[in-house]
């Protein structure tokens, strides 16, 4: 299923959601959004990220990354910015500074709140469930299964970046609505450091804080297309404490020796996730390839 026809149902089906109706079309809408998660998940499996890289889930929220179009000096006004779009190609000069990312509702609250999809559900208070919460910090991770190379996997897998990001906006005049609003209707923009300015986020722009700092994509001469996956995650335990998350030590192989694979004989982001106690809520992809094959 292509990438935006998805974020098109997804958008139908939130603004259904808000409207009053019957128990019968509520019923047709949680089917539908079914079909449009299994979707996503078809495409992660038939990539192969589902199972190698991280294990099966049902994501809660649709991933956008969009990186800005000024790097490529080969893209046109026609091309628009470069997004990732469940599998499709892009430029490693498209790709050069940190994309923002957006996190949008995978369903209606109202499914997420009677438990259809408890296991990425985030709880915001004792009384409030969220599946966009203001009060839980978000983690994003970008890594890359294939280096060097798909048929050389030794670096399994590299990381390229790790970020964090808390649902509130970034603005001391924002913060008295945590109490108030802990859910956030629809979606969260997130901006890289390097790019948000002083007045985003005053007006209540999201800013990413890098745990490991942005590396892009540079796939090597003659190594074929490289999978460059994006995973969002959540505290497994619904914290809303900040996180002391650990910082791997290197980035080839997430800092892990041989003697460190997990039961599935992995090592990369989903070992790390469940040591630091995360689940993934969502996830994207793009393909990205030297020219030089």
């Excluded at 047709?28 to 889930?57: C, H, T, W, Y």
């Excluded at 404490?241 to 030590?249: D, H, M, Q, V």
């Amino acid at each position: 299923m292509a990438f935006t026809t998805w974020l098109h149902a997804v958008a139908a089906f939130s603004l259904a959601g808000s409207i009053s109706a019957s128990p019968l079309d509520h019923d047709q809408q949680v089917l539908q959004m079914g079909a449009l998660r299994n979707g996503a998940i078809d495409e992660l499996k038939k990539a192969e990220i589902i199972p190698s890289i991280i294990d099966a889930f049902l994501p809660s929220l649709l991933v956008e990354a969009t990186w800005s179009s000024s790097t490529d000096s080969k893209a046109s006004a026609l091309d628009g910015q470069p997004q990732a779009e469940l599998g499709n190609t892009l430029r490693p000069k498209s790709l050069q500074d940190p994309p923002t990312v957006t996190l949008k509702l995978a369903g209606s609250s109202e499914d997420n709140r009677h438990g259809h999809d408890s296991a990425a559900v985030v709880s915001s208070s004792k009384s409030t469930t969220c599946a966009l919460s203001m009060k839980t910090t978000y983690v994003l991770a970008l890594t890359d299964p294939d280096a060097p190379s798909r048929n050389d996997p030794k670096w399994f897998e590299f990381c390229h970046w790790i970020a964090t990001g808390l649902g509130a906006p970034s603005s001391p005049s924002h913060s008295s609505h945590l109490e108030e609003e802990p859910c956030v209707s629809s979606s969260i923009t997130f901006s890289p450091t390097t790019s948000i300015d002083a007045a985003t986020v005053w007006n209540g722009g999201h800013k990413l804080d890098d745990l490991i700092e942005y590396k892009p994509p540079s796939p090597p001469e003659k190594t074929g297309k490289h999978r460059y996956v994006f995973l969002v995650f959540v505290p497994a335990n619904g914290t809303t404490e900040g996180l002391n998350l650990s910082k791997p030590g290197d980035r080839q192989r997430w800092g892990y020796d041989d003697k460190e694979v997990d039961d599935n004989g992995r090592v990369g982001v989903g070992k790390w996730a469940r040591e630091n106690g995360l689940v993934a809520v969502g996830a994207n992809f793009i393909y990205a390839q030297n020219k030089k094959q």
